[in-house]
């Protein structure tokens, strides 16, 4: 197999950096719009933007009149949910009370919690040994990450970590089922998804928050930031690197983003970057790696799964 080339690698950077910096905007945004009102936007400029490009490049929208069309466009609608509509909502909610950069941290979760979800979701993806032990040196990092004081109920502030940790679980639940969706191009798929969000998102959104008063410009541009670039020039972005580098090379993205993300918010917002979220950052992004390095012996089921 060729290695992926340079421009893989430098688009693999901007992706993470995109997609970091998507808890700096939220924060931005934040400033004058509802967490609600937050993510439907984003969803919405993400969606238009996609659809346009999705029917530009003629893969259009998936076909619903046959019975695989249906099936893609029922795995859409939960993607839509799971990747966009509750984890959106569920950080731009949490980032009120915690900072861009924890939030970001948590997102390192996501490949964790795939794991078990793969175990008993995905045919042939099962637990071994060594995936087992990343699970659970992660495990750690996100309790230390939490704090057991948050777990107790005892933290002011433990509702709004664990919104963190439900949108990074969320994700989770999201990739299960791109993974079990039957074959689509991925830009159609895309769409069909952020269509299904943004109906959903902007609705609810009026009907909790209304209408929002016109903010000053920069939560305006906070939202600009956020569908125009980690919710739809990412989504072509990925779509390219899948094709050049393939998906494996792209999952190399989820050990960059709460880097950036604490880095950026560190940086621009003055946000303090305390031992814990980098102990429990090390721990989670040590799981990943030995989560991810090899294939070994399962730990459930028969020799033959991987």
């Known amino acids: 197999m060729t290695p992926p080339s340079a421009f893989a690698w430098f688009l693999l950077g901007f992706l993470g950096l995109i997609w970091g910096g998507s808890f700096l905007g939220v924060e931005v945004a934040l400033s004058g719009f509802g967490p609600l009102t937050v993510a439907a936007l984003r969803i919405g400029v993400g969606a238009v933007i996609i659809l346009c490009a999705a029917f530009a490049t003629g893969v259009g929208l998936p076909d619903w009149r046959n019975k695989t069309g249906r099936k893609i466009w029922l795995h859409a609608f939960g993607l839509g949910m799971l990747a966009n509509t509750l984890p959106f909502a569920l950080l731009s909610w949490g980032q009120q009370q915690v900072t861009s950069g924890f939030a970001g941290i948590t997102m390192a979760c996501v490949p964790l919690l795939v794991l078990p979800l793969a175990h008993f979701l995905v045919p042939g993806d099962r637990l071994t040994p060594r995936k ?102 990412a989504t072509l972005l990925l779509v390219y690197v899948i094709k050049i580098a393939g998906p494996s090379f792209l999952s190399l993205v989820n050990y960059q983003v709460p880097i950036w993300a604490t880095l950026l918010g560190a940086l621009f917002l003055a946000e303090p970057v305390p031992p814990q979220l980098i102990f429990a950052l090390a721990l989670i992004l040590a799981g990943m790696v030995i989560a991810q390095t090899r294939r070994d012996r399962p730990l459930f089921g028969a020799k033959g799964d991987r």
């Open 132 to 233: 087992t032990l990343g699970f659970a040196l992660g495990f750690v990092g996100v309790v230390i990450l939490i704090g057991p004081a948050s777990i107790l109920g005892g933290d002011s502030a433990a509702l709004a970590r664990l919104a963190c940790i439900t949108a990074a679980g969320c994700y989770a639940c999201g990739s299960i089922v791109t993974r079990r969706a039957p074959p689509a191009p991925l830009l159609s798929f895309s769409a069909a998804a952020l269509f299904w969000a943004a109906a959903i998102s902007l609705p609810l959104a009026l009907a909790v928050e209304g209408v929002p008063e016109v903010p000053t410009l920069g939560p305006l541009l906070g939202i600009a930031y956020l569908g125009l670039l980690p919710t739809a020039l």
